[in-house]
């Protein structure tokens, strides 16, 4: 049996197992909360069962280790089995949990903790399963294809990279917007079962074709120069560098993100970066392994502090280089990539070269070895993103967290440099100490000349959170609210129309009405004025605590009796209420393809809505504009949950109301509405409209009603948007062949 087989076999496992993860948080989040403990949840959990299954995985198979050449092969195979049928178990176990626990009277930690619990139920196994594979497949090596036996980690680890970076494309470019999620699993599953029929069939005709070789002295005293830190020390270099990697992946989303536009291409795009990278880096190390040179030990402790600290330079706005100024997609995100390419391949191949190499030494190729180093690495990998985002993000900001994180890797570099022989090859030309010192000093000009995207607005307020860097600027009617460097709202006589115009199409006086997303706090505010019970859900804790700079009487509305504000994912929220509403309104942030942004149109959304409407009760629906397959899928998941909908133009002509109802909503002009408007309600319309009357208002909204039909017709054959299609989300292909949504 040749060696290449086992990168056959892992390109495919690697490719399976990033559309598993896409997808497995994906249905997640649709089921338990958009939040941010939640997607740290599932990210744990999945971490937590590759680091689980490599450390038991190495266990088990050194017990096995008398066993014959094909035992451990046909294990392999096996494990590789079980993830193809966990692919199709975890959406069920996922369903089944959402069921259990969506009529729970628990408050909000403690449904956490237990829909935590479930997700680590329906998901630890399969992910152990994926993390056994790494001692299972070295345990074959070392039996079958015994020559380089002792650096198979790192020739696993290369091939599951290419694999890892094939899914992340392959899921984000095409089969998502295909296939759907669901469907794009089966595919995944499919690939995963012809991979356990490949590796059982050979281990059936298996033979011992290569003998077992030794290494050369000379080669090993090449190696032997890697180790610049103790052998105890190479652990924690595994932990540090998964530690810091991961968690610079949190602050690479947060950095790069304004000039890639918020949409879900920009953390594939991210995520492809990083793999890039760390393809690069192990297929530098694996050629090196190749001609018995691997060297560059030195060299990599000593940038990689200096490599970490790049994305402040490429992250700054004043850098000649072009952002991302078309929210859905275009040539200026190939800037956007070209800028987070520059700033995250550079650590990334620096990671992907140290990381297989630390295996590899530790391991010499023992399986048992290998899967304890790879899971400390892991559990570094686990713990990266909780500090990046519940600690140094929340104190620091994403430049000091950056320059946070670099730390412990100059700690690292600084050790290579005083451990490194007296008479080392220069390195460009210098010695270690002078090559050190030299990014210790650039370094510093980095963080000394370098400005984040914030710098831009000299009047601002600033505020952080575990899930966004929230910033207010501007004033009068120019204020803006920016979250992660993405403009959310402006003033607007549009979101005071998103409460007063299903408010006053009611055919009864309303008790009270629920605003998901708080945005600037101007639709709260205008439902107030009509003497209600007002509930506002707001997924960004520091959202609602600008109130003030955008309304001075907003701080006393927050604590009126009426008013009662939630953070919390809307949807999550609703789908553990009770409570009925006479009007619901929802903005849902932008751009219209936001990541997760589906979750807030979808059928299975409108559905959760209807629930929630008293009898009589209107849903109002803002759409800012979109593609036609955009708007059209919208529309048929509005017409499959509500026998009633109606869509109206705004007062400043662009964009759309959707109203829905159960009941017939009434056929009436602006100025039949004037009679149910009260004082407070009216003088709250005309604040930024001092020369219209309200009948003027509505009047114009009227005029400008669209058939439903007309939305249809866009796209006769685009689905209607689902949990399980998110077609506003999913564009390329689409955008690409336009042909392809005909």
């Given at each position: 049996m040749?060696?290449?087989w086992?990168?056959?076999?892992f390109?495919?496992?690697?490719?399976?197992?990033?559309?598993?993860?896409?997808?497995?948080?994906?249905l997640?989040m649709?089921?338990?909360?958009?939040?941010t403990?939640?997607?740290?949840?599932?990210?744990?959990?999945?971490?937590a069962?590759?680091?689980?299954?490599?450390?038991?995985?190495?266990?088990?198979?050194?017990?096995?280790g008398?066993?014959?050449?094909?035992?451990?092969?046909?294990?392999?195979g096996?494990?590789?089995?079980?993830?193809?049928i966990?692919?199709l178990?975890?959406?069920?176990?996922?369903?089944?949990?959402?069921?259990?626990?969506?009529?729970?009277?628990?408050d909000?930690a403690?449904?956490?903790l237990?829909?935590?619990?479930?997700?680590?139920l329906?998901?630890?196994?399969?992910?152990?399963?994926?993390?056994?594979?790494f001692?299972f497949?070295m345990?074959?090596i070392?039996?079958i294809?015994r020559a380089?036996?002792?650096h198979?980690?790192s020739y696993?680890?290369?091939a599951?990279l290419?694999?890892?970076l094939?899914?992340?494309?392959?899921?984000?470019?095409?089969?998502?917007e295909?296939?759907?999620?669901?469907g794009?699993?089966?595919?995944?599953?499919?690939?995963?079962?012809?991979?356990?029929?490949?590796?059982?069939?050979?281990?059936?005709?298996?033979?011992?074709?290569?003998?077992e070789?030794?290494?050369?002295?000379?080669?090993?005293a090449v190696e032997?120069?890697?180790r610049l830190?103790?052998?105890?020390?190479?652990?924690?270099?595994?932990?540090?560098?998964?530690?810091?990697?991961?968690?610079?992946e949190?602050?690479?989303?947060?950095?790069?993100?304004?000039?890639?536009?918020?949409?879900?291409?920009?953390?594939?795009a991210i995520l492809?970066?990083?793999?890039?990278?760390n393809y690069?880096?192990s297929?530098?190390?694996?050629?090196?392994?190749?001609?018995?040179?691997?060297?560059?030990?030195?060299?990599?402790?000593?940038?990689?502090?200096?490599?970490a600290?790049?994305p402040?330079?490429?992250?700054?706005?004043?850098?000649?280089?072009?952002?991302?100024?078309?929210?859905?997609?275009?040539?200026?995100?190939?800037?956007?990539?070209?800028?987070a390419?520059?700033?995250?391949?550079?650590?990334?191949t620096l990671?992907?070269?140290?990381?297989?190499?630390?295996?590899?030494?530790?391991?010499?190729g023992k399986p048992?070895?290998?899967?304890?180093?790879?899971?400390?690495?892991?559990?570094?990998?686990?713990?990266?993103?909780?500090i990046?985002?519940?600690?140094?993000?929340?104190?620091?900001?994403e430049?000091g967290?950056?320059?946070?994180?670099?730390?412990?890797?100059f700690?690292?570099?600084?050790a290579?440099?005083?451990r490194?022989?007296?008479?080392?090859r220069?390195?460009?030309?210098?010695?270690?100490?002078?090559?050190?010192?030299?990014?210790?000093?650039?370094?510093?000009s980095?963080i000394?000349l370098?400005?984040?995207?914030?710098?831009?607005?000299?009047d601002?307020?600033?505020?952080?959170?575990?899930?966004?860097?929230?910033?207010?600027t501007g004033?009068?009617?120019?204020?803006?609210?920016?979250?992660?460097?993405?403009?959310?709202?402006?003033?607007?006589?549009?979101?005071?129309?998103?409460?007063?115009?299903p408010?006053?199409?009611?055919?009864r006086?309303?008790?009270?009405g629920?605003v998901?997303?708080f945005?600037m706090?101007?639709?709260?505010r205008s439902?107030l004025?009509?003497?209600?019970r007002?509930?506002?859900?707001?997924l960004?804790?520091?959202?609602?605590?600008?109130?003030g700079?955008?309304?001075?009487?907003?701080?006393?509305?927050l604590?009126?009796?009426?008013?009662?504000?939630?953070?919390?994912?809307?949807?999550?929220?609703?789908?553990?209420?009770?409570?009925?509403f006479?009007?619901?309104?929802?903005?849902?942030?932008?751009?219209?393809?936001?990541p997760?942004?589906s979750?807030?149109?979808?059928?299975?959304?409108?559905t959760?809505?209807?629930?929630?409407?008293?009898?009589?009760?209107?849903?109002?629906?803002?759409?800012?504009?979109?593609d036609?397959?955009?708007?059209?899928?919208?529309?048929?998941?509005?017409?499959?949950?509500?026998?009633h909908?109606?869509?109206?133009?705004?007062v400043?002509?662009?964009?759309?109301?959707?109203?829905?109802?159960?009941?017939?909503?009434?056929?009436?002009?602006?100025r039949?509405?004037?009679?149910t408007?009260?004082?407070a309600?009216r003088?709250?319309?005309l604040?930024?409209?001092?020369?219209?009357?309200?009948?003027?208002l509505?009047?114009?909204?009227?005029?400008?009603?669209?058939?439903?039909?007309?939305?249809?017709?866009?796209?006769?054959?685009?689905?209607?948007?689902?949990?399980?299609?998110?077609?506003n989300?999913?564009f390329l292909?689409?955008?690409?062949?336009?042909?392809?949504s005909r």
């Amino acid at each position: 049996m040749k060696r290449y087989w086992f990168f056959v076999f892992f390109f495919i496992s690697g490719c399976c197992s990033l559309i598993y993860e896409v997808v497995w948080l994906r249905l997640s989040m649709a089921k338990f909360g958009v939040t941010t403990p939640m997607v740290s949840i599932v990210l744990s959990v999945f971490m937590a069962g590759l680091g689980l299954g490599s450390w038991v995985g190495g266990k088990l198979i050194r017990r096995a280790g008398r066993t014959g050449a094909g035992v451990p092969l046909r294990l392999y195979g096996m494990l590789e089995l079980t993830i193809g049928i966990s692919g199709l178990v975890v959406p069920r176990l996922i369903d089944t949990g959402y069921g259990l626990l969506r009529n729970a009277a628990w408050d909000s930690a403690i449904y956490y903790l237990i829909s935590g619990a479930w997700v680590t139920l329906a998901l630890l196994p399969p992910c152990a399963a994926m993390g056994a594979t790494f001692p299972f497949a070295m345990a074959a090596i070392r039996k079958i294809v015994r020559a380089e036996a002792e650096h198979s980690f790192s020739y696993l680890y290369l091939a599951n990279l290419i694999g890892a970076l094939a899914g992340t494309l392959l899921s984000a470019g095409a089969l998502i917007e295909l296939f759907g999620l669901r469907g794009t699993l089966h595919i995944a599953a499919g690939l995963n079962f012809i991979l356990a029929a490949m590796v059982l069939l050979l281990s059936s005709t298996l033979r011992v074709q290569e003998p077992e070789r030794t290494v050369p002295a000379e080669a090993a005293a090449v190696e032997d120069s890697l180790r610049l830190i103790p052998a105890a020390g190479e652990l924690w270099l595994l932990f540090a560098t998964g530690l810091c990697s991961m968690a610079m992946e949190v602050v690479w989303v947060r950095e790069f993100t304004i000039f890639l536009g918020s949409v879900v291409y920009a953390f594939a795009a991210i995520l492809a970066l990083y793999l890039t990278g760390n393809y690069l880096g192990s297929l530098m190390y694996r050629r090196g392994v190749r001609k018995r040179a691997p060297g560059g030990g030195s060299m990599v402790w000593i940038l990689m502090g200096i490599a970490a600290l790049l994305p402040l330079v490429f992250a700054d706005p004043r850098l000649p280089i072009p952002g991302n100024t078309d929210p859905d997609f275009g040539v200026d995100f190939l800037w956007g990539m070209l800028r987070a390419g520059l700033g995250v391949i550079p650590f990334s191949t620096l990671v992907g070269f140290a990381t297989p190499m630390l295996v590899d030494r530790v391991s010499q190729g023992k399986p048992d070895a290998a899967g304890k180093a790879y899971a400390v690495n892991v559990l570094g990998s686990i713990l990266g993103p909780l500090i990046a985002g519940f600690g140094v993000l929340l104190w620091t900001g994403e430049r000091g967290a950056l320059c946070l994180i670099a730390a412990p890797l100059f700690a690292a570099g600084l050790a290579a440099t005083i451990r490194a022989p007296r008479g080392s090859r220069p390195i460009l030309r210098l010695s270690p100490p002078a090559l050190y010192a030299a990014a210790v000093l650039l370094s510093v000009s980095i963080i000394t000349l370098s400005r984040g995207y914030e710098a831009e607005f000299k009047d601002r307020v600033e505020l952080r959170d575990y899930t966004a860097t929230v910033i207010a600027t501007g004033t009068d009617m120019d204020k803006r609210l920016l979250t992660n460097g993405t403009g959310m709202t402006k003033l607007t006589t549009i979101t005071k129309m998103m409460a007063h115009l299903p408010l006053a199409l009611l055919r009864r006086p309303s008790s009270n009405g629920l605003v998901i997303c708080f945005g600037m706090g101007t639709t709260f505010r205008s439902m107030l004025s009509w003497g209600i019970r007002a509930t506002v859900v707001e997924l960004v804790p520091s959202v609602p605590k600008l109130f003030g700079y955008f309304h001075s009487d907003g701080p006393f509305l927050l604590r009126s009796p009426r008013a009662r504000l939630m953070i919390d994912d809307g949807r999550r929220f609703l789908a553990r209420s009770t409570e009925q509403f006479d009007v619901i309104t929802l903005d849902p942030p932008p751009p219209v393809p936001a990541p997760a942004s589906s979750l807030l149109y979808s059928r299975e959304f409108c559905t959760i809505l209807r629930q929630h409407l008293r009898p009589g009760g209107i849903v109002q629906i803002w759409l800012p504009g979109a593609d036609d397959q955009t708007q059209a899928s919208i529309a048929r998941a509005l017409l499959a949950a509500f026998p009633h909908v109606r869509a109206f133009g705004s007062v400043e002509e662009w964009g759309t109301h959707f109203l829905a109802s159960i009941d017939p909503l009434p056929d009436t002009d602006g100025r039949n509405l004037l009679r149910t408007l009260p004082a407070a309600a009216r003088q709250d319309l005309l604040e930024w409209e001092p020369d219209s009357t309200p009948e003027d208002l509505f009047a114009k909204v009227f005029s400008q009603e669209k058939p439903m039909s007309d939305f249809v017709a866009l796209s006769r054959t685009t689905p209607a948007i689902e949990d399980d299609r998110p077609v506003n989300e999913y564009f390329l292909l689409r955008r690409a062949w336009p042909s392809l949504s005909r």
